[in-house]
């Protein structure tokens, strides 16, 4: 399996679930398959609400990491080929490939249904819209930055 990294993120996922990989159902589960294009490219901010993700590099160098709660505490890590890391179920976390050539990476996801949120996609990107006084006030930004966050999405 290869994926096309091109396009505006320069990341792509591929993901390998028990739908795809009849032997993997009832497994708890999944694989995914991250290409990157070369410098600063990366996999957004996001959550996976039922699984742990163990990411391990096999090309390139990235720079990882994952936010905790309360308080927020951010634990970052460069990886370089043969490291792997440890996103804790739930957390928000990233990929960057630092690197000036492609990188790939592979997830293991203990669940055969992980699901993801993408950060930026469910605050900006949501339909209905999630009403702009809300984020307004979450993210202490004014109407007009707002507006131009949610035209991106």
Do not use: C, E, M
């Not at 960057?96 to 996801?109: E, S, T």
């Not at 339909?127 to 999405?153: C, E, F, G, H, M």
């Amino acid at each position: 399996i290869h994926s096309s990294s091109s396009n505006p993120v320069g990341s792509n996922v591929t993901l390998l679930l028990f739908d795809l990989l009849k032997g993997l159902n009832t497994l708890d589960i999944s694989l995914a398959r991250i290409d990157y294009a070369p410098y600063g490219d990366w996999n957004h901010p996001h959550t996976l609400p039922r699984a742990t993700d163990i990411l391990v590099v096999v090309k390139g160098t990235f720079h990882v990491g994952f936010v905790t709660s309360n308080p927020p505490k951010l634990f970052t890590k460069t990886l370089h080929v043969g490291y792997d890391f440890v996103f804790p179920i739930g957390l928000i976390h990233f990929q960057l490939n630092v690197a000036n050539i492609n990188a790939i990476a592979f997830a293991r996801l203990s669940s055969q249904n992980p699901d993801t949120i993408t950060i930026a996609n469910a605050g900006f990107g949501s339909n209905p819209a999630i009403n702009p006084y809300v984020l307004t006030k979450a993210l202490q930004v004014d109407k007009n930055l707002l507006d131009d966050l949610q035209s991106r999405s």
